[in-house]
């Protein structure tokens, strides 16, 4: 991390992430640690957003593919003379992988909100609901402390708020009095699922068939 040469900083937080991994000075938290290496060394040059810094969604989808090539490039414990380079390319599609993530969770939150404005516009409702409607539609639990912090309204109008919507049939209540909450109705989720992007394979740039077609191996 210290060399001056300008190496590229998600290579080089890779690197750190791997020596730390397997110099294993901790009895315990090692992955934890070195995970939080490659974050923070990415932190230094300025990537802050944990969506670009971070590679924990990644890896909590993939964790048996991460053990896999970490036990694989490092052979049990530090051997810097092994090839990095399958360490390399996997940081670097988790980096590539998250990136598009983002992307798609963006976009449909975005067509997620475009359609239910013109549900709240259409039924006359309050514009300050499309919070509840969002978060309902994500598989999130709404209630009353969460909502009116959020819409910025006093327990009463969130209550009011909330019987609304159960009333115009996009929340259902589930449990009682303080243990109340509120979840997406069966048309929500209906919203939610045509507003959602297709799941497909994204191509990987980094495997090392693609790396030797560019090198012309």
Known sequence: ?????????????????????????????????????????LARIGTLSSHFSSIEEYLGKNTDEYYAVLASVGAGSWHPERDARPWIRFCLRAHYHQALTLLRRTREIQKLWDELERIVVARGLNDRMLVALSDAAFGLKVRNSSYRSAADVNELGALRDLKVLVDSGLLISQGENRG???????????????????????????SSESAAAQEGI
């Open 180 to 206: 109340r909450f509120y979840v997406a109705s069966p048309e929500l989720l209906k919203i939610r699922e045509r507003t959602a992007e297709p799941r497909t394979l994204w191509p990987d740039p980094f």
């Open 1 to 41: 991390m210290n060399n001056p040469k300008n190496e590229p900083p998600l290579v080089t937080a890779a690197m750190a992430h791997l020596n730390l991994a397997m110099i294993h000075p901790f009895s315990d938290g090692n992955g934890r640690m070195a995970r939080g290496l490659q974050t923070l060394a």
